[in-house]
């Protein structure tokens, strides 16, 4: 089947630096991908659509300047959180329309320090 | 703009019974997807089943079925002979039938299976 894979996983970083989080579709094409954001114990929520060869769409109240989304191929987008503050410590996740629906990547937990 | 509520923040079910998650939507679209997903504590996104609004008869996916009442905008999850394994959390999710095919998630219900 489809699969999604996020790197890394796991990151912790000072606060004021930038992370990069990436998103790829392992064995499909896709062109449109989103990302979500899922704080403890609460549902997802989608933070920006991500497609191909062009800009992101955000979300309302979602910061495109300080959540930098590219996509630049078909099987990978990114997600960077510039000058992080410890507000922004969640869980993002990654998902990708894929050959049967859509396929979500394991998730990235952002520690901010 | 569409909506989903899940009303159970929590359910408790005893292994090998049945329980049913609640889910309703408001929507002013006549076709849409109706999903529900499992999120287990590796926090990885599962489809359990999917609806499609335009079917009229209601999805089953070995021990999971639902519910889809579509003029009551209502979509319930049965589970049936509850293993310990389906202790999760539970999502429902909605997604216009066309377009950008953005999901909108609702807070989700959080199962536990009781041994």
């Known amino acids: 089947g489809a699969v999604v894979s996020q790197h890394p996983s796991w990151v912790i970083c000072k606060s004021g630096t930038s992370v990069k989080i990436e998103c790829r579709s392992l064995?499909?094409?896709?062109?449109?991908m989103f990302w979500y954001r899922q704080f403890p114990k609460q549902s997802l929520m989608l933070m920006a659509t991500?497609?191909?060869?062009?800009?992101?769409?955000?979300e309302q109240g979602v910061e495109k300047d300080k959540f930098l989304i590219n996509h630049a191929s078909l099987t990978l987008s990114t997600l960077t959180v510039t000058s992080a503050h410890p507000e922004d410590s969640s869980f993002y996740i990654c998902s990708a329309t894929g050959p049967s629906g859509k396929y979500f990547g394991p998730g990235t937990r952002l520690t901010v320090t | 703009a569409q909506t989903v509520t899940q009303s159970q923040p929590e359910m408790s079910v005893q292994e090998a019974e049945t329980v049913t998650l609640s889910c309703t939507y408001d929507?002013?679209?006549?076709?849409?997807?109706l999903f529900w997903y499992k999120q287990p504590p590796s926090r990885q996104m599962i489809l359990v089943i999917r609806q499609e609004a335009y079917k009229q008869q209601n999805a089953t996916e070995n021990r999971f079925s639902v519910n889809f009442q579509k003029a009551a905008k209502s979509f319930s999850l049965k589970i049936s002979d509850s293993q310990l394994g389906d202790a999760a959390m539970y999502f429902c999710?909605?997604?216009?039938?066309?377009?950008?095919?953005?999901?909108?998630f609702g807070t989700g219900t959080r199962l536990k299976v009781l041994a």
């Open positions: 064995d499909f094409q896709a062109t449109t």
């Open positions: 929507t002013s679209e006549s076709d849409y997807y």
């Open positions: 991500s497609n191909e060869g062009s800009k992101a769409t955000y």
């Open positions: 999710a909605y997604r216009t039938h066309s377009g950008t095919y953005k999901y909108i």
